[in-house]
Structures are given as structure tokens and as C-alpha cells.
């Protein structure tokens, strides 16, 4: 067994603070400098996993409108969606959202303004070819007929309530969800084993699901999958579900673009990058990034002081 911990003396106990911090920067930098083909595919992966998690919602809480509490639905609907999160974290893949935690590498100036930006692009088209590729999936496998259409019927609710939020309401609720999302990433730089990893997961995203908070990549599924039934399903299953496609008229590729999912991710971007990984930053890697001046730059500071300190003498 390697030595591990302070002083070489074998620890199993969690990273503290500080070093999750160092842990995220490092993490940071190998994220924005994967090659294009590895980061590309790992996204695709990580779409698919937050829409299998999406799947799994969607089937728990099909028909449990009105026969139980609207909390325990959420609560439910949250435990099972966390399968996306553990799959990407512990499987390995790259997610949009928990990547706007790369900017505490990047304000610590250990990955430039392109690399990340590169990143972040090329995982977000990624996270939506997986994510709506799991969509197309799920529907050509007749998924939404299950329980007599009660699955379809809750994918179609679910994505056009999604439509439905208003622009600053969007940015505020993805705000808050990748808020959670980046902690329970966060947490998860503490672990020194599987198990701690899926522990660390479970709550945050179990919250934001169940507080009803919007998250970009999972509507990567949610919504085309709504989409997907609305212009697909057969006559059988709207006289199954006692409804038609022109209930749902509001539903549209558009409105799901620019009335949800760039909102969405402005709020995302917000939650992540600012109220997560900023903080974190600012607390624990800002002290570092100083005592780790150039010796040049450090050398002109002291030589300033030392001249000031004279001058004041005299």
C-alpha cells in the first residue's frame, strides 16, 4: 500500500477543503486539455447517462399524479435521476455542467480563456447528441407506451411544463440546480472510494430534482423526448392517453432552443462557474496562486517594500 495522507502515514479519511480545491484545479486542467476525440465521445457518454437517469424519472413517477403527495413523486423522481450523475462520475464522461467547475483551474490561470471555452463548446454539443439520441432511442423502442402511455403522458407533461418557464425564471432555476450539481461534483473530490462517490452524489441531486430546478443536459432528454411523441406516437396511444398532439401546440423545437435550453444554460453557467467553483476558488486556491508568484514578480514586491520601508525611515 502506498503511502498517502500527511507525513507518509496511510489515511482513508476524505479530502479536506483545501485539497479538493487542489484536487478540482487538477482535474480542471486535464479536462481542458483532452484531445478532441476523447472529449467528444466521453460527452456523447455523459448525455446518454443523464438521459437513462431521465428514463428511470420519467418511469417512477409515470401515473402518480394525484395518487400520491406531489413531494413524494419529486423525492422519488430525484433518488432515481441521481443513476446519471453516479454513471457519469464513476463510469467516466464529460458533462457540461459539471465542467463550469473548470474555471477554478482557468482563474488560477492554469488553463487559458480558449481552452475552456473550447471545452465547454464541444462538450455541450456533444451532451445533446447523446441526450437526444437517447431520446430518439427510448421512443423508437416504444418506451412511452408502457403502463398503457402512462410513461408517454408523463415525458409530454414533463417537457411541456418545460416550455412553458419564463425566460428569467429559467436562468433562475438553472442557477440553482447547477449549483447543486457542482457541489455534489464537488463532494465528490473528497472521496477515496466508490462508495463515497455515490454518497456524495445522491442528496444534492436528489434536491434539485425534487425542489423542481432546471438542468441543460437532462433537458437535452426531457424535451425531445415530449418532441419525439408529439410527431411520432400512433393514434393508439392518444386514445390510450385520452388526449391529442394539438394539446400539446406550445411544444415546439423552438420554443424548447430559445424558451428553455439557452436560458437554462445561462443559469447553469451561472450556478456552477460562479456560485461553486468562484467561491471555492476564492477561498482555497487564491492564497496559493499569490505564494506561487513568479519569483521575478515577487522579488519587485519586496524590493518596493523594502524602498518604501526606507524612504519612510529617512
Known amino acids: 500500500m502506498q503511502p498517502n495522507g500527511v507525513n507518509g502515514i496511510n489515511s482513508f479519511d476524505a479530502l479536506v477543503p483545501p485539497e479538493m480545491a487542489a484536487k478540482a484545479e487538477q482535474v480542471g486542467v486535464k479536462k481542458a486539455r483532452m484531445d478532441f476525440l476523447d472529449t467528444f465521445v466521453l460527452a456523447v457518454l455523459a448525455g446518454a447517462f443523464i438521459g437513462l437517469g431521465a428514463v428511470f424519472a420519467t418511469t417512477v413517477t409515470a401515473g402518480t399524479a394525484g395518487a400520491l403527495p406531489y413531494g413524494i413523486v419529486r423525492l422519488l423522481a430525484g433518488l432515481v435521476f441521481c443513476l446519471g450523475l453516479i454513471l457519469v462520475i464513476v463510469g467516466g ?53 408502457f403502463g398503457n402511455g402512462a410513461v408517454g403522458a408523463a415525458a409530454l407533461a414533463t417537457a411541456n411544463a418545460k416550455v412553458h418557464l419564463g425566460f428569467v425564471q429559467a436562468i433562475a432555476l438553472g442557477t440553482l440546480c447547477n449549483a447543486l ?105 487564491r492564497h496559493r496562486r499569490q505564494a506561487t508568484a513568479a519569483p521575478g514578480e515577487m522579488a519587485l514586491h519586496t524590493a518596493a517594500a523594502v524602498g518604501s520601508t526606507a524612504g519612510a525611515a529617512r
Request: charged share 10%.
Open 181 to 285: 450539481v457542482c457541489l455534489a461534483v464537488w463532494l465528490t473530490f473528497s472521496a477515496r472510494t466508490t462508495t463515497d462517490k455515490i454518497l456524495a452524489i445522491v442528496f444534492p441531486i436528489t434536491a434539485f430534482v425534487a425542489a423542481g430546478f432546471e438542468h441543460s443536459v437532462a433537458n437535452m432528454f426531457f424535451i425531445p423526448a415530449g418532441l419525439f411523441i408529439k410527431a411520432g406516437a400512433t393514434p393508439e396511444f392518444w386514445a390510450a392517453i385520452g388526449s391529442s398532439p394539438a394539446s400539446f401546440g406550445d411544444l415546439t423545437w423552438g420554443a424548447f432552443l430559445w424558451r428553455n435550453l439557452l436560458p437554462v444554460t445561462i443559469g447553469n453557467i451561472i450556478g456552477g462557474s460562479v456560485l461553486v467553483g468562484g467561491v471555492y476558488r476564492l477561498v482555497y486556491l
Open 93 to 145: 464522461a464529460e458533462l457540461f455542467t459539471g465542467n463550469t467547475l473548470i474555471v477554478m483551474a482557468w482563474d488560477n490561470r492554469k488553463v487559458t480563456t480558449a481552452q475552456m471555452l473550447r471545452n465547454w463548446a464541444i462538450v455541450y454539443a456533444a451532451n445533446f447528441v447523446g441526450g437526444a439520441g437517447t431520446a430518439l432511442l427510448v421512443f423508437l423502442a416504444g418506451h412511452h407506451m
